[in-house]
């Protein structure tokens, strides 16, 4: 089964003044794996500048724009034409494989392979008085550890716009219990690192056609660990493993890893951002 | 004993408990020292006064000064140069020049396993959490083949003598090692005011620096250049150490940059020139780590080049030193630099270390915060000779003030025994006569791709203030003219 989608991504910048000079970074392009297949993508500006194909420090294809000449407004639109298909999921864990996963984990090379997801970050940092928040049973596999700490998460926090930004704490976000995407994901990855387990926060676009929760911009979801099987994609947003739904751009440590944009602009005054991502899915299944 | 009596030395106080650099075991005056010696000697101190205040001239004239950061009063300084030079023979400095070597391409191999295999942390030489709970350790980094197989391409080591007549190493610099502009702005002076002495001793030029140094940039440049286009960045003139950036990127006759001179198209790195962009394969850049590239690195920086580390993934341009070599020269891996050595070359080191307590090992804390009056603690991620305590000098209020920060942050501190520093005699403006002061020894070690070179000379700093032990420009501290003597 496979499912084909546009994705169309949208950012507008007004200036009060005339900036002389800007570099941006665009971290906006599906990934290419085996699940996962860019057909078609086109990206233009405005200003026309050059699109130069790049790469961000952990090896994620970006797009950068360098405009030559001053500008008070700059808009940006990509459209990318992405195949879907099933990526198969673990199975539930045997009584043998429970305890041999465990002690994979345990194992200090285990540790050092996965140390840049085990490693806590300023976003990914659980106060001192909510340690041990939710613990994994050592007699469960971790898958289903794994899906019990999604289903937490989901019902820990509830859904909210506007109360978080990409800069909010977990502090803040296990105060007021309420936030996004991305505050469900540092959430996950926060506690499953905690657990020994790696993790890492997965920025990306989100069918939303199937009735699910999310950001009008980009949606964020993690990736854990699964000895055994591989990294499983989970949306804790949603309480659902990721799939067919999601379409992954990169991932990291935290959100500040997968920032969709990043520009240095040389401008005094004001300015407004806006962003917009419309994912339309096709054939609704095409059978293979 | 001899010449004791003469003019310049007579009053010359030695302290028979500290290790004088110019007195062999014995009290006498070292036979190398000897033909020095009877030249000062000849001097009245007038005639040295009035030298003194040249050299000084001459400093201030070049320009060569530097700021120190978080005083009120910001000014430029010179730093302060003493006229008599510190000599060291061909044999001890053959132990200093392999040490270094040594030191630099064990640095180089941690660098290129932690960034790798992690060998060394799974054979548990060295602890996984001296990686993880390092703020210079740069993910960005894992994986990725610098240019040549390079990352610590400028080496600072620093190196004393104990009262043991040993040396010992202090700590590696192998982030942007600053000082060596000294050496041989030092060497001018010293030749400016007394050229005659330099006819009574065959020493080694240190004058070779710029060129070993831009031969050093060359041999590691990206694949497929021909002819390198090397470049110096400085984050600018209010840096402490611009006068050093502008003086290497002068004698390497390569331009010095500024960030915003700098910008990237395509992951190639151009420099802006009047006659339009001009390509750029290697840098040597003297701005950290955080500033590199506001893309990746810290979003305020505006001293970077937005784009430059995709440039530098992609292989289009080298930086020295690499990105994230922070890691390795953390106070806490110096601790375990001998079994480093072992564990890549598989020799002994050549040059001690000093042996050090880990406050995050709850039995050497304990130690520690026993003994912090007989202990030097020192913060691990700080360089300049900023947050050293030592023990002896601290009165009971300022011990206990210092146990509690080690209680709350351990593994921010490691502590040391107090080393004695070799004493040498220095000129003194107060008293208008020569005493003893500390001196310790910056060596630059250069490592291309199959070159290595250690600068025959060095920067012995002095520690003027009397009894300090810390030689850091930033605390006050002097510098010396280092001879390294021919067979």
């Given at each position: 089964m496979r499912k084909e989608y546009t994705v169309t991504y949208k950012s507008e910048n007004i200036y009060d003044n005339w900036v002389h000079d800007a570099y941006w970074q665009f971290l906006i392009i599906p990934l290419e794996n085996k699940t996962q297949k860019l057909k078609e993508f086109d990206f233009s500006n405005s200003l026309h500048c050059i699109n130069q194909f790049s790469i961000n420090g952990f090896g994620f294809n970006t797009i950068k724009i360098h405009p030559q000449n001053k500008f008070k407004h700059i808009c940006f639109e990509a459209t990318f034409k992405v195949l879907k298909s099933k990526k198969n999921l673990p199975e539930q864990t045997s009584f043998a494989q429970v305890e041999s996963s465990w002690k994979e984990i345990g194992s200090l090379e285990f540790k050092i392979d996965f140390e840049q997801y085990l490693k806590v970050t300023s976003l990914t940092k659980i106060p001192k008085e909510k340690q041990g928040l939710f613990q994994f049973g050592s007699n469960r596999g971790i898958f289903e550890n794994l899906k019990d700490l999604n289903h937490w998460t989901h019902s820990h926090i509830a859904y909210r716009s506007?109360?978080?930004?990409?800069?909010?704490?977990l502090e803040t976000i296990l105060k007021q219990r309420t936030g996004v995407c991305q505050d469900f994901a540092h959430l996950f990855c926060a506690i499953c690192r905690q657990n020994n387990i790696p993790c890492r926060y997965v920025a990306g676009y989100l069918?939303?056609?199937?009735g699910y929760l999310g950001d009008s911009q980009m949606h964020a979801w993690v990736e854990a660990y699964v000895p055994s099987y591989g990294w499983l994609g989970l949306d804790p947003t949603n309480d659902v493993l990721a799939n067919m739904d999601h379409i992954k751009v990169c991932h990291g440590k935290d959100y500040n890893d997968c920032s969709p944009l990043k520009g240095i602009v040389h401008s005094l005054g004001n300015h407004t951002t806006t962003h917009s991502v419309v994912v339309k899915n096709h054939q609704r299944q095409i059978q293979q | 004993m001899s010449n004791i009596e003469n003019q310049i030395f007579s009053s010359y106080q030695r302290n028979p408990d500290l290790f004088d650099e110019i007195y062999d075991s014995n009290g006498n005056i070292k036979d190398v020292y000897q033909k020095l010696f009877d030249i000062y000697g000849g001097h009245s101190i007038q005639d040295y006064i009035n030298l003194n205040s040249k050299a000084k001239a001459s400093f201030f004239n070049q320009g060569i000064t530097f700021q120190v950061y978080g005083?009120?009063?910001?000014q430029e300084k010179i730093f302060p140069f003493d006229l008599f030079p510190r000599i060291i023979d061909q044999d001890e400095w053959d132990v200093i020049e392999r040490g270094s070597i040594q030191r630099a391409k064990a640095l180089n191999l941690f660098l290129w396993d932690i960034y790798h295999d992690k060998k060394i942390l799974k054979d548990k030489v060295v602890p996984l959490e001296l990686i993880t709970s390092s703020?210079?350790?740069?993910?960005?980094?894992?994986?990725l083949n610098p240019p040549g197989g390079i990352y610590n391409h400028i080496s600072g080591t620093d190196i004393i003598k104990h009262k043991d007549g040993q040396y010992y190493v202090l700590e590696d610099n192998?982030?942007?090692?600053?000082?060596v502009s000294y050496v041989i702005c030092n060497r001018t002076a010293l030749k400016r005011a007394?050229?005659?002495?330099?006819?009574h001793y065959q020493t080694y030029t240190v004058t070779d620096y710029a060129e070993n140094l831009l031969e050093q940039l060359e041999s590691v440049?990206?694949?497929?250049?021909?002819i390198p286009n090397c470049v110096v960045i400085t984050p600018?003139?209010?840096?402490?150490?611009f006068y050093e950036h502008s003086y290497l990127a002068k004698t390497m006759g390569v331009e010095l940059v500024e960030g915003r001179d700098l910008f990237v198209e395509n992951d190639f790195v151009y420099m802006k020139t009047i006659k339009g962009p001009e390509k750029v394969d290697v840098i040597y850049r003297r701005i950290d780590d955080a500033f590199l590239d506001p893309l990746e690195f810290?979003?305020?920086?505006?001293l970077g080049v937005p784009g430059l580390f995709a440039a530098y993934k992609k292989g289009n341009v080298t930086l020295?030193?690499?990105?994230?070599?922070?890691v390795a020269d953390d106070k806490a891996v110096y601790t375990y630099m001998p079994e480093i050595i072992k564990y890549y070359l598989k020799e002994e080191p050549i040059l001690n270390n000093v042996h050090t307590y880990h406050c995050s090992r709850p039995d050497e804390l304990n130690y520690v915060l026993e003994n912090i009056s007989e202990l030097v603690v020192k913060p691990?991620?700080?360089?300049?000779?900023?947050g050293i305590s030592i023990g002896n000098r601290l009165t009971p209020k300022e011990i206990e003030e210092v146990r509690k920060q080690v209680k709350e942050n351990p593994r921010k501190y490691v502590a040391q025994p107090i080393m004695s520093l070799s004493v040498h005699p220095t000129y003194i403006d107060d008293t208008e006569s020569f005493e003893q002061r500390h001196v310790d020894l910056r060596t630059f070690t250069i490592l291309g791709k199959d070159k290595e070179f250690v600068l025959k000379g060095g920067l012995t700093r002095v520690?003027?203030?009397?009894?300090?032990l810390i030689v850091n420009s930033s605390q006050g501290g002097g510098s010396k003219d280092t001879w390294v003597l021919k067979k």
């Amino acid at each position: 089964m496979r499912k084909e989608y546009t994705v169309t991504y949208k950012s507008e910048n007004i200036y009060d003044n005339w900036v002389h000079d800007a570099y941006w970074q665009f971290l906006i392009i599906p990934l290419e794996n085996k699940t996962q297949k860019l057909k078609e993508f086109d990206f233009s500006n405005s200003l026309h500048c050059i699109n130069q194909f790049s790469i961000n420090g952990f090896g994620f294809n970006t797009i950068k724009i360098h405009p030559q000449n001053k500008f008070k407004h700059i808009c940006f639109e990509a459209t990318f034409k992405v195949l879907k298909s099933k990526k198969n999921l673990p199975e539930q864990t045997s009584f043998a494989q429970v305890e041999s996963s465990w002690k994979e984990i345990g194992s200090l090379e285990f540790k050092i392979d996965f140390e840049q997801y085990l490693k806590v970050t300023s976003l990914t940092k659980i106060p001192k008085e909510k340690q041990g928040l939710f613990q994994f049973g050592s007699n469960r596999g971790i898958f289903e550890n794994l899906k019990d700490l999604n289903h937490w998460t989901h019902s820990h926090i509830a859904y909210r716009s506007g109360v978080t930004d990409t800069t909010s704490t977990l502090e803040t976000i296990l105060k007021q219990r309420t936030g996004v995407c991305q505050d469900f994901a540092h959430l996950f990855c926060a506690i499953c690192r905690q657990n020994n387990i790696p993790c890492r926060y997965v920025a990306g676009y989100l069918n939303h056609e199937s009735g699910y929760l999310g950001d009008s911009q980009m949606h964020a979801w993690v990736e854990a660990y699964v000895p055994s099987y591989g990294w499983l994609g989970l949306d804790p947003t949603n309480d659902v493993l990721a799939n067919m739904d999601h379409i992954k751009v990169c991932h990291g440590k935290d959100y500040n890893d997968c920032s969709p944009l990043k520009g240095i602009v040389h401008s005094l005054g004001n300015h407004t951002t806006t962003h917009s991502v419309v994912v339309k899915n096709h054939q609704r299944q095409i059978q293979q | 004993m001899s010449n004791i009596e003469n003019q310049i030395f007579s009053s010359y106080q030695r302290n028979p408990d500290l290790f004088d650099e110019i007195y062999d075991s014995n009290g006498n005056i070292k036979d190398v020292y000897q033909k020095l010696f009877d030249i000062y000697g000849g001097h009245s101190i007038q005639d040295y006064i009035n030298l003194n205040s040249k050299a000084k001239a001459s400093f201030f004239n070049q320009g060569i000064t530097f700021q120190v950061y978080g005083e009120d009063n910001v000014q430029e300084k010179i730093f302060p140069f003493d006229l008599f030079p510190r000599i060291i023979d061909q044999d001890e400095w053959d132990v200093i020049e392999r040490g270094s070597i040594q030191r630099a391409k064990a640095l180089n191999l941690f660098l290129w396993d932690i960034y790798h295999d992690k060998k060394i942390l799974k054979d548990k030489v060295v602890p996984l959490e001296l990686i993880t709970s390092s703020a210079n350790y740069l993910d960005q980094m894992n994986g990725l083949n610098p240019p040549g197989g390079i990352y610590n391409h400028i080496s600072g080591t620093d190196i004393i003598k104990h009262k043991d007549g040993q040396y010992y190493v202090l700590e590696d610099n192998i982030r942007c090692p600053s000082g060596v502009s000294y050496v041989i702005c030092n060497r001018t002076a010293l030749k400016r005011a007394l050229f005659g002495v330099f006819n009574h001793y065959q020493t080694y030029t240190v004058t070779d620096y710029a060129e070993n140094l831009l031969e050093q940039l060359e041999s590691v440049k990206p694949k497929g250049v021909d002819i390198p286009n090397c470049v110096v960045i400085t984050p600018g003139m209010y840096n402490s150490a611009f006068y050093e950036h502008s003086y290497l990127a002068k004698t390497m006759g390569v331009e010095l940059v500024e960030g915003r001179d700098l910008f990237v198209e395509n992951d190639f790195v151009y420099m802006k020139t009047i006659k339009g962009p001009e390509k750029v394969d290697v840098i040597y850049r003297r701005i950290d780590d955080a500033f590199l590239d506001p893309l990746e690195f810290r979003p305020d920086s505006a001293l970077g080049v937005p784009g430059l580390f995709a440039a530098y993934k992609k292989g289009n341009v080298t930086l020295a030193n690499a990105p994230g070599t922070g890691v390795a020269d953390d106070k806490a891996v110096y601790t375990y630099m001998p079994e480093i050595i072992k564990y890549y070359l598989k020799e002994e080191p050549i040059l001690n270390n000093v042996h050090t307590y880990h406050c995050s090992r709850p039995d050497e804390l304990n130690y520690v915060l026993e003994n912090i009056s007989e202990l030097v603690v020192k913060p691990v991620d700080e360089a300049g000779g900023y947050g050293i305590s030592i023990g002896n000098r601290l009165t009971p209020k300022e011990i206990e003030e210092v146990r509690k920060q080690v209680k709350e942050n351990p593994r921010k501190y490691v502590a040391q025994p107090i080393m004695s520093l070799s004493v040498h005699p220095t000129y003194i403006d107060d008293t208008e006569s020569f005493e003893q002061r500390h001196v310790d020894l910056r060596t630059f070690t250069i490592l291309g791709k199959d070159k290595e070179f250690v600068l025959k000379g060095g920067l012995t700093r002095v520690a003027l203030k009397k009894g300090n032990l810390i030689v850091n420009s930033s605390q006050g501290g002097g510098s010396k003219d280092t001879w390294v003597l021919k067979k």
